[in-house]
């Protein structure tokens, strides 16, 4: 197998093409999140069960990082095991909490209907819509569905509050009293795009919880990509947007009851597919290296399969996605993996893998987060005040020096 990757990659590397340019009034992607499935576990804790909300109303609260217009809403049933019908959904501009401006308050149609049916396994953009979004604006989504079914397809980890009413259709509602469940994971909602006013394009985040922001602070918007987002329009680039599609706990090369389908599956859905994307940067593989050493347990094993993997293994995956990447003209960019307390012998797989991102020639140009995270004396470990304090995820200043050591030259394709 993996000298069949290994020649596909080849292959592709010398069929490299351009990105393409993107054409004034081309629909760009402002926001994205990468959908998973909820476990599906009769043991399975409360933190990976999805919250009921059939005969309710969910207001989901997005920040878009690129302005525009005719505004268009994707929601997905991409693990459903049945139809998903909204009934209603709207898109206004969130004030805080759970209140809305009513003034900029939209109803989404749907083929020019106000209901959504969305197949299992299917996604559905709505019709476009006239609201301004301007980048660092919120956005409120709100849906009612009568749907009996606990939602099969989330995103787990949001670090962004969304909002459950009472029994009852408020999607129109201004008032954030009739909101008074919070939690913290987006349900069905994949993406937004806009038409930018002038040529615009996407930059692809995707990757585990590193790039997810797993342990930054809720609500704050420091998880990396959100940092570089704001480093690109104080340069003065208000023509990309940034999007992330972390999973928190994913895998190049396994998936996960709990943590999403590997990368090497989810690529073209979640990056290559992504409105605008013009350039993918590729963070991941720690969970690949640590999993395989977890004791299997009874219940629900997020980390099934226990399968311990080799350099070679994580370089193939690499490959593989920078193959898929240059069949569609899009740049990739690699990242080393960031340090992580690991024992020799992982350490050892996690150092090979970063020698071979480095020196390998094989992405499109290469961001070092291990340089820029690790600790001098102790470079096996973060340096303490850029971690959270659990070894792994970086603190919200460590997230900001992951989007610092992203040299904006190379991300925009005229440098490195």
Known sequence: MLSTL????ATAALTLCAPP?????????TWATAP????????APSFNRA??????TVRQVIYPSLSGGEVRVRFTNAYGTQPLVIERASVAASVRGAAIDVSTLRA???????????APGASLESDPVAITVRAGAPLAISLFTREAQTPTTWHKIAQQTAFLSGAGDFVDSEAPTAFRTKF??????AGVSVVPATPAHAIVTIGDSITDGMRSSINANHRWPDVLARRLEAAGRRDISV??????????????????ERLVARFRRDALEQPGVRTVVVQIGINDINFGYVPPH??????????????????????TLIAAARARGVRILGTTIPPGKLPPEREAVREAVNTWVRTGGAFDGVIDFDAALRDPGQPTRMLPRLDSGDGTHPSDAGYAAMADAVPLPLVLGTGK
């Open 6 to 9: 290994n020649v596909l990659a």
């Open 21 to 29: 340019a993107i054409a004034q009034n081309t629909r760009v992607g």
């Open 36 to 43: 998973q499935a909820v476990a599906q576990h009769p043991a």
């Open 51 to 56: 919250p009921a909300v059939g005969g309710r």
């Open 108 to 118: 989404l149609t749907f083929g020019g209907q106000p209901v959504a049916k969305i």
């Open 184 to 189: 913290t994971n987006t349900l069905w909602l």
């Open 243 to 260: 999007l992330n599609l972390g999973i928190s706990g994913n895998r190049l090369l396994h998936d996960s009851a709990c943590y999403g």
């Open 298 to 319: 009874a219940g629900l094993d997020c980390d099934v399969p226990h399968v311990i993997v080799s350099a070679p293994e994580v370089i193939a995956g690499y490959q």
